[in-house]
């Protein structure tokens, strides 16, 4: 005879208590980074100014959790590495921010993947890319967004989630 005599015969044998209601899996919002933004702090700090991307990472968690959202938050220096996120996000987030780096002047590959989504895109820049050289001015990105934040250093980030939130927010309300 085992530990439980009545095993056998129980109707219902419950290994652990049962959840009332499924648990909430939060929704996420997916931020990716182009080249040389893991550089920041040190990178041209009278340009990018002298947060850290992890400062960064931690600003964004904080603003997306405050707003109900999880945040999946990435940098590569690789274009194609950034490609396949797009194409991730294209299937699991609830939004995308994108900061490109130098490939937002040049990726066709990028604007390519970013089409494919339907999710809202925020294209987000540090820097005020049209108060710098010309060939920062054309973005391949901005095409394929909702909208586009730049100037604003890190905050630009918070402002990128605030807008995907209540673009989400209305979009739910019909
Ligand atoms: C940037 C602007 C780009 O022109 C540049 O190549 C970057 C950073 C920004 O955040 O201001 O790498 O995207």
New binding site residues.
Partial sequence: MGAFPDAETRPFRPIYPKQATAPVMAQTIHILN????NLLGTREPE??GSETLDDLHARCERKAKALGYGVVFRQSNHEGELVSWVQEARERAAGLIV???????TSVALLDALLSCSVPIVE??????FR?EPF?HRSYVSKAAKGVI??FGGL?YELAIEALATSLAEAKAG
């Fill in positions: 182009g080249p040389n933004l340009i990018y900061n490109a780096g130098a490939f937002t002047h987000v820049h540090l820097s005020n890319i710098r920062r730049c100037g630009g």
